[in-house]
Every structure is written in C-alpha cells, then in structure tokens.
C-alpha cells in the first residue's frame, strides 16, 4: 500500500513553545491530507483537511491560530501547533488521500506523540 | 448521539476462536464503511473495507446492514496477532472524504 511518513515520531517540549510536525506521502500525490488527534482510549478526532494549494478546513472547535496547517505541495503538508500547553499533548496522526481508478483510500503515518512540559 | 459507536470491549478469547463485534453509524447518508486496525500506540491501518453485499478477506468477514446502520466484523481461528483495537470507520459521501471513527472494539486472543 502507499507510505505516508510523520516527522518527528515524538516530542518533548516546553509550555509555549511551537511545534512543527511533518507529514508527508512517499509514492504517491496528495491533494488532500487530514490531520487527526487521539487522546487514551478515545476514538481518532478529524481537527482539519489540508488542501493543497488553498486554506485548511478545521473543524469545529480547532482553533486555526492555534495549529496552523500549511499544504505547500502534493507531497508535504505541516501541521505547526504554537504556543503549545500541557492539555495539547497528545498523539496526532496525519493521512493522506490517494486516488487509484474509482476506488478512493486514505492511508495513515505513524503519528507524532506530543508531550508539552 | 455519537457519529460512530462501537462495543469497547474488550473481548479475550482463545486461539482458534470465533470472535465476532458491530459498529452503529448514525447518519443514514453513510456510503463508505471500513475496518480499520490500530495496535497499541500506532496508526491506524486499513484491514478491510465493507461492501453492501458482504466480503470476506481470508479469517476476517465483515457485514453491512443498511437498514439497521451497523457493520460487523468476525474473526474465524483467531490468532494471538489478531490481538489489537478495532476502528469501525464510516464516511458520508463527498468531496471532503471526512472520515468518522468509532473508539475502537479491543480484541485479545489469549494462548
């Protein structure tokens, strides 16, 4: 199946720092790519769809000033959240949309595990 | 009223057991149902995707009940690697692709 990569796998950072997270598709072109957050035992939360080439979508109640999502190319979307706080660590997870004929797929990173300090 | 609501389990079976649990969506508009696979602290990946007419992929089957807006999925001779959390995962047709995911059915096969 296709690869899409997530980097870094983890982060340990200070309260009110920024954090920039990576996602990117290795074989294939993605003009659209999702951002997902997964707290313990709780099911994955869409925060936004990330287009390439225009705004991000976010869901209600995502703040958009607060994780900042840029989808520069077909390849690459980033995810920056600022000023991090503690009740932002969490496990997020980005997929990435491929289109094969009429069949549509969506295939996931690794995730990145969040720990604001 | 969840989007998405799954049994959480979790279900401990043996070896070579049968072990079978559904998903109820909510949104009746629902086109794509799939099952998805999620071990402990990594990505969900995709096992299955779930036609109206039913399919079969080796020891797992999964179901599609329109009318009551559930799926299923039963695992035949479970093995110990089967042991993970189970994603019920609906979308509602469109140009988005936003997918809604239940919490996850929790399965461990025991030796």
């Known amino acids: 199946g296709a690869v899409v990569s997530q980097h870094p796998s983890r982060v340990i950072c200070k309260s009110g720092t920024s954090v920039k997270i990576e996602c990117r598709s290795l074989?294939?072109?993605?003009?659209?790519m999702f951002w997902y957050r997964q707290f313990p035992k709780q099911s994955l939360m869409l925060m936004a769809t990330?287009?390439?080439?225009?705004?991000?979508?976010?869901e209600q109640g995502v703040e958009k000033d607060k994780f900042l999502i840029n989808h520069a190319s077909l390849t690459l979307s980033t995810l920056t959240v600022t000023s991090a706080h503690p009740e932002d660590s969490s496990f997020y997870i980005c997929?990435?949309?491929?289109?094969?004929?009429?069949?549509?797929?969506?295939?996931f990173g690794p995730g990145t595990r969040l720990l604001v300090l | 009223r969840k989007e998405v609501e799954q049994d959480p389990g979790p279900f401990n079976v043996p070896e070579g057991a049968t072990v079978a649990f559904n998903c109820t969506y909510s949104?009746?508009?629902?086109?794509?149902f799939f099952w998805y696979r999620q071990d402990c602290r990594k990505e969900p990946k995709l096992l299955m995707s779930?036609?109206?007419s039913g399919n079969e992929d080796g020891r797992f089957t999964a179901q599609l009940n329109r009318a009551s807006q559930y799926i299923s999925l039963l695992i035949r001779d479970s093995k110990l690697s089967d042991s993970a959390t189970y994603l019920c995962?609906?979308?509602?047709?469109?140009?988005?692709?936003?997918?809604?995911f239940g919490a996850g059915t929790t399965v461990t096969v025991r030796a």
């Open positions: 997929s990435a949309r491929e289109f094969s004929g009429t069949q549509e797929t969506q295939y």
């Open positions: 074989d294939f072109q993605a003009t659209t």
């Open positions: 990330s287009n390439e080439g225009s705004k991000a979508t976010y």
């Open positions: 949104n009746s508009a629902s086109q794509s």
């Open positions: 779930v036609y109206s």
């Open positions: 995962v609906v979308n509602m047709f469109g140009n988005d692709y936003k997918l809604s």
